[in-house]
Every structure is written in structure tokens, then in C-alpha cells.
């Protein structure tokens, strides 16, 4: 069982920057995969990126590629999303998720866990 605790969501301005942190419960946190999606209300939850269990290799959306920028430290269990260049349509929810999974990586489906989410809103 992992358990994660985002936090670091607000509200910026556009072209402001922000970094998420997602905390994880847990001594196996090394073993996954992790992930960051975001949610508007009423649409589907899409996939924004992911990084390896090393850290080694992360993957991004394509309107995320240059902007956003994933991390993790695993001596502290915890995974980062840094965020520059915000836009308004960067307004969402914001979750981190954990798989076991190696492929398949941009469906939320091959998740196991999930926290409970942060706001991120920018104004323009």
C-alpha cells in the first residue's frame, strides 16, 4: 500500500512557475513509477508526465515538453513537478500517481494509487 500527499498547488499569474510535491508513504516508493495527471471539471483526467523508478527517464504530453520538467528524490520518497511558463489552460487539478506498470505509462488506468490532488490555478 502507498499512500501520497500532494502539495505546492495556488494560484500564479501566467508565466509564473510552481512545483508540486507529492510525498509517499512507505519504504518501497523506489520500486514505481510515477506519474502526474491533471483534471478540469468535467473532462478526463490526462496525463502529463512520468518518471522511471530511477529517475533516469521521464516522459512527457507534448504541450508539457519544454515547460514542465518531472523529478523524484527517492531518499526521500517524494516526487517533484516543476512547472514554468504557466498558462491559464494549465488550470487543474493536479495528481500523482504511483504504478508498478513499465509501459503504458499516459492511462491513468495502469495507476495503482493516487492522492487526493492540488489546485493549481493560473490567471491570466
Known amino acids: 500500500q502507498v499512500q501520497l500527499v500532494e502539495s505546492g498547488g495556488g494560484l500564479v499569474q501566467a508565466g509564473g512557475s510552481l512545483r508540486l510535491s507529492c510525498a509517499a508513504s512507505?519504504?518501497?516508493?523506489?520500486?514505481?513509477?510515477m506519474g502526474w495527471f491533471r483534471q478540469t471539471p468535467g473532462k478526463e483526467r490526462d496525463f502529463v508526465a512520468a518518471?522511471?523508478?530511477?529517475?533516469?527517464?521521464?516522459y512527457y504530453a507534448d504541450s508539457m515538453k519544454g515547460r514542465f520538467t518531472i523529478s523524484r528524490d527517492n531518499a526521500k520518497n517524494t516526487v517533484y513537478l516543476h512547472m514554468n511558463s504557466l498558462k491559464p489552460e494549465d488550470t487543474a487539478v493536479y495528481y500523482c500517481?504511483?504504478?508498478?506498470?513499465?509501459?503504458?505509462?499516459?492511462?491513468?488506468?495502469?495507476?495503482?494509487?493516487w492522492g487526493q490532488g492540488t489546485q493549481v490555478t493560473v490567471s491570466s
Open positions: 512507505g519504504r518501497t516508493f523506489s520500486i514505481y513509477v
Open positions: 500517481a504511483a504504478t508498478r506498470l513499465r509501459v503504458g505509462l499516459g492511462s491513468g488506468s495502469g495507476y495503482d494509487y
Open positions: 518518471i522511471n523508478c530511477s529517475g533516469g527517464t521521464t
